[in-house]
């Protein structure tokens, strides 16, 4: 089969190295002639809203995919009328929009941080008066790893943000002091069936994902059990095949949903050392007509992203059961270069593991050591 991926990262590029295996081909899209994926598949340079570029791309292809979730909607629906698309553009619809994405949270009874739409940002006080300060406000759009987002703590802060904030729709979120970061990776397949990775803790440093564990230390079967039911519900209101993240906040034994992913995520890197199939191959097989894969986790995982900077490979790999994943993108401050997945028996072996890893990551501006809470 060949598989059509839209946007050429590192999200892209696990995806066709877990296909190959499987004897999938496939070929990218991508604005960047420096796209990660162009060292291991043919891809097509263009723009997502070059007409000529959409159809060079889907020329041949049984089925098209998406690893960038602000691909442009119109651009995903002109290809779904000459191929099959998974998952479906309402999904992606749904999940560039924050205010949408909430708004089915709340449709599903899935609970969620306590919201309200800031249609302009000088119109910012009805909605700081329903969520209360301090507050986060948001972009509805094009927000990713913590940018376009401003927390306020005070009335002078949003006195200030009137002027500050961006003339585009955004939201305001109660700000929440939750005691964790969990996240679910689920995956459904044709026809409706299901399955889900166990929850897995996530700890971020300026909006950033830094490290997640997985699976998540001490999870109660009542809140793995939460984290698949809103998934379930999301999954089957969108019917949905592939790869589906949910980002949940851990508030006093509860779980609010933060975000949804309709794509493979940062969170599930673990899975291609750390369980039966990873979460890469299961998209594949969903969207594939394949049956899914075990989500079994194999002892317990540390995935630690590599940002700006990359240690050297040979004191990585000296650490033993650690896995260097490299996207060969040019290391610039802030930006994901590669990850490391640590693996062991349990977590008292991780833990052990951990602290062998080099001095790369024991720096205080890494600070691994202490982000366990
Ligand atoms: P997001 O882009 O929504 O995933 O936000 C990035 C990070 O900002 C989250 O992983 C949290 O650490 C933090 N954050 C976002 N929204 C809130 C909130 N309502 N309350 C507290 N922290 C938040």
């Known amino acids: 089969m060949s598989i059509g991926i839209l946007g050429g990262g590192q999200l892209g590029y696990m995806l066709a190295l877990a296909g190959y295996p499987l004897g999938l081909r496939f070929r990218f899209l991508d604005p960047s002639p420096e796209a990660p994926v162009g060292r291991i598949a043919p891809r097509v340079t263009g723009d997502f809203t070059d007409r000529a570029a959409l159809e060079k791309f889907a020329h041949g292809l049984d089925v098209v995919t998406y690893e960038f979730e602000n691909v442009p909607v119109d651009a995903v629906q002109h290809l779904a009328k000459k191929v099959s698309v998974f998952p479906p553009p309402g999904a992606l619809e749904t999940a560039q929009d924050r205010l949408k994405e909430k708004q089915l949270f709340l449709k599903l009874g899935i609970g969620t941080t306590e919201f309200a739409s800031v249609p302009v940002a000088y119109d910012i006080d009805a909605?700081?008066?329903?969520?209360g300060l301090p507050a986060v406000v948001k972009t509805r759009r094009m927000g990713y790893?913590?940018?376009?987002?401003?927390?306020?703590?005070?009335?002078?802060?949003?006195?200030?943000a009137k002027d500050g904030l961006?003339?585009?729709?955004?939201?305001a979120e109660k700000f929440v002091s939750f005691t964790r970061e969990l996240s679910v990776i689920a995956v459904r397949g044709k026809a409706g069936e299901t399955a889900f990775y166990p929850l897995v803790e996530n700890h971020h440093?300026?909006?950033?994902?830094?490290?997640?564990l997985a699976p998540a230390p001490t999870v109660s079967a009542e809140i793995q059990k939460a984290a698949e039911d809103a998934a379930r519900k999301v999954l089957e209101?969108?019917?949905?095949?592939?790869?589906l993240a949910i980002e949940f906040f851990e508030c006093e034994g509860k779980l609010l949903a933060n975000e949804m992913a309709p794509?493979?995520?940062?969170s599930g890197h673990w899975t291609i050392e750390g369980a039966v199939t990873s979460q890469f191959e299961n998209h594949l097989r969903a969207i594939c007509?394949?049956?899914l894969g075990a989500?079994?986790?194999?002892?317990?995982?540390?995935?630690i992203n590599l940002i700006g900077e990359v240690p050297e490979a040979a004191e990585v790999l000296a650490v033993p059961s650690a896995h260097l994943h490299l996207y060969g993108k040019e290391p610039r401050p802030g930006r994901k270069l590669g990850h490391v997945t640590l693996q062991a028996p349990s977590f008292d072996h991780l833990t052990a593991r951990f602290r062998g890893l080099p001095a790369f990551f024991q720096r205080p501006d890494f600070c691994l050591q202490g982000e366990r809470r």
Do not use: F
């Open 205 to 212: 440093r300026n909006g950033i994902l830094r490290l997640s």
């Open 263 to 266: 794509r493979v995520h940062n």
């Open 166 to 171: 961006p003339k585009q729709p955004c939201i």
């Open 127 to 131: 909605a700081i008066k329903k969520v």
């Open 237 to 243: 209101s969108l019917d949905y095949v592939g790869v």
């Open 289 to 291: 007509s394949l049956p």
């Open 295 to 303: 989500t079994t986790a194999m002892g317990a995982s540390a995935m």
């Open 145 to 160: 790893d913590g940018k376009g987002q401003w927390v306020l703590r005070t009335a002078e802060d949003v006195k200030t």
